[in-house]
């Protein structure tokens, strides 16, 4: 099929369905999930539509709202979040970044854990209203409205002036070659910030973000401790990570 066709089908889908994830495409095209991705950043430089992380949603949608953003890969997102559970133990000062995966991560912890939670995710504050034992410490900065954090060297500034026992660090893309990398470098910025300041960092990835990369470098693979995605441990997928040394969950 030609890549013009493919594209067709991609408008059309979209037109459909509202909003679509690569590994369905790649299915229905009979490609690679790469190809898709090519495809879907070649449509969304030209204004056809807007990229999300998994896929792609319809251009006159805000694309990287907490809402679109929110609505794709739940099950493996719920998957991530469950895993992460038994990381979190009472009295632990905890920084979180932005990322739905983060925020999945809030919902199912207990009601009466307690935790002092440093983060620039401000989608937070509302999930975490119902816990009464979190201290909750916002980091200020320049709000980005589409990300939902804030941004910049007052956000890095004041998560330097903290001791976090774990970093729960939402990932953009993440190899065992060149190590955990972010889209843009105000998102970068905050991430290395934040590993900095933390004794042990937990990096967060579904099957998607694995053995990629992008533009903004942020730590080494053996700077993080252990890695959770929505495989099985044993998955084949994770291979190639075995032998860093990092704990994988």
């Known amino acids: ?68 953003r929110q ?5 493996e997102k719920d998957i991530i979040a469950l895993k992460a559970q038994q990381f979190l133990k009472d009295g632990m000062t905890v920084f979180m970044d932005g990322g739905t995966t983060v925020c999945a991560v809030t919902t199912y912890m207990p009601l009466d854990i307690k935790l002092r939670i440093i983060t620039n995710n401000y989608s ?6 119902k816990f009464k034992n979190i201290e909750l410490v916002m980091l200020g900065g320049i709000y980005h409205h589409d990300l939902a954090v804030t941004i910049g060297t007052t956000t890095c500034n004041e998560a330097s002036q903290y001791i976090a026992d774990l970093f729960i660090m939402g990932t953009c893309a993440i190899d065992v070659d060149f190590g955990i990398s972010a889209t843009a470098i105000p998102d970068g910025e905050t991430k290395k910030a934040m590993a900095q300041a933390s004794k042990k960092v937990m990096a ?17 693979i053996h700077d993080i401790e252990s890695l ?19 704990q994988i969950i």
């Open 228 to 246: 959770i995605t929505d495989l099985d441990s044993n998955d084949p997928e994770l291979e190639p990570f075995r032998n860093t040394g990092i």
């Open 71 to 75: 609505s794709f890969l739940t099950k």
């Open 1 to 68: 099929m030609l890549k013009e066709e493919r594209f067709e089908t991609i408008i059309s889908q979209l037109k459909e369905k509202n909003k679509v994830k690569f590994e369905e495409l790649a299915l229905l095209l009979r490609v690679s999930e790469d190809t898709i991705r090519r495809d879907i950043d070649a449509l969304h430089r030209n204004g056809l539509l807007s990229k999300v992380r998994g896929g792609a949603i319809l251009r006159e949608k805000d694309p990287l709202s907490f809402q679109d």
């Open 124 to 129: 937070l504050p509302a999930i975490l209203s």
């Open 204 to 220: 967060l990835a579904n099957r998607n973000k694995l053995r990629r990369t992008e533009a903004f470098k942020v730590c080494n």
